[in-house]
């Protein structure tokens, strides 16, 4: 349980080190460090956790899920509350940026950010050597910050600082839809056979 807040804790590092820089480039690979560390540590993440949910046999299992998301959530609330100084600006500017999204365009962002999280978190899976998975990882991280995709445990954090609090429909917007991206991902790669294959 407490490691669901800790991965809500590591994607809002992830978006102060991504709102500290001004280069795009820069700040997406400082903010892909934060998905490493999920993944990493195997931190319960819901766009690293949800695109894999029916590989699972056991649907009792599948209750965890909206704990889950609460405590990634919960996770992000704590570090809006510790965001201060020179970050608090820039991650409102991002905020109200986002803020702004219509939904048609949160949808598709939401969808193309859940597919890059799914490439990433696939690696991990099917236990690929690990600076390849480091090297994916950040890649996929940097691609969905870059594409503009949105991604809704990040964008939560950026909202609660702001004191966007009531974002709830866009956050349940963005869940669903990076939802939907991972499960795209999960049914072209066959993840049934896919994660069962060991690298030599």
Do not use: H, W
């Given at each position: 349980m407490l490691k669901s807040i800790l991965a809500g804790i590591c994607i809002s590092l992830g978006c102060m080190m991504?709102?500290?820089?001004?280069?795009?480039?820069?700040?997406?690979?400082?903010?892909?460090?934060?998905?490493?560390?999920?993944?990493?540590?195997?931190l319960p993440l819901?766009?690293?956790?949800?695109?894999?949910?029916?590989?699972d046999k056991n649907p009792r299992k599948w209750l965890f899920y909206p704990m889950m998301i609460v405590l990634n959530l919960l996770g992000c609330l704590w570090m809006a509350g510790m965001a201060h100084g020179n970050l608090l600006e820039p991650i409102r500017q991002i905020a109200m940026a986002k803020d702004q999204i219509p939904?048609?365009?949160?949808?598709?962002?939401?969808?193309?950010c859940g597919m890059f999280?799914?490439?990433?978190?696939?690696?991990?899976?099917?236990?690929v050597p690990a600076t390849t998975k480091l090297f994916?990882?950040?890649?996929?991280?940097m691609g969905?910050?870059?594409?503009g995709g949105e991604h809704s445990i990040a964008d939560s954090f950026c909202w609660f600082?702001?004191?966007?609090?009531?974002?709830y429909d866009k956050i349940a917007l963005l869940l669903l839809m990076n939802g939907i991206g991972s499960f795209i991902v999960n049914l072209l790669l066959e993840s049934k056979a896919y994660?069962?294959?060991?690298?030599?």
């Open positions: 991504f709102a500290a820089v001004p280069d795009p480039y820069l700040g997406s690979f400082l903010f892909s460090l934060g998905f490493v560390c999920v993944m990493q540590y195997k819901y766009t690293a956790r949800i695109g894999a949910i029916f590989l939904y048609y365009a949160l949808s598709f962002n939401g969808i193309l999280m799914e490439l990433a978190s696939c690696q991990y899976r099917a236990g994916i990882t950040i890649l996929c991280v969905f910050v870059l594409t600082t702001a004191g966007y609090f009531k974002n994660v069962g294959r060991k690298t030599e």
